[in-house]
């Protein structure tokens, strides 16, 4: 139990979303990448003891931008997991990529 107890504290809670949203924001500024408007859902977990705030991105820019904005990303928010990334390129001559992200922030569900 205190095991248990000790598991949920790490994760921040959900008031703190706005600023764990500012760190996305910031990662993906210092890689000079602009977030064009994306889908934001908070799902309660069975338990009710945890948030997750399932966020799907489109993102577009270089290669290299993209995958040091995800590293930077992962390295500020340690309770944000990658789900999913895909990139695709239009025309092989294209210099910008567009990639969808999906990652989870996982918040607890106290205020």
Known sequence: ????????????????????LA???????AQNLNLEQGEY?????????LLRYEIN???????????????????DIPNASLDSVTFQRQKISDAAIES???LTLYLGAGK
């Open 23 to 29: 760190r996305l924001y910031d990662a993906a500024a």
């Open 57 to 75: 991105l489109p993102v577009k820019g270089g290669y290299l931008q993209i995958r040091k904005f995800l590293s930077q990303l992962l390295a």
């Open 1 to 20: 139990v205190e095991q248990l107890s000790t598991f949920y504290e790490f994760f921040p809670k959900s008031a703190s979303s706005p600023d764990w």
């Open 41 to 49: 859902r908070m799902v309660r977990d069975r338990a009710g003891r």
């Open 100 to 102: 969808q992200i999906k």
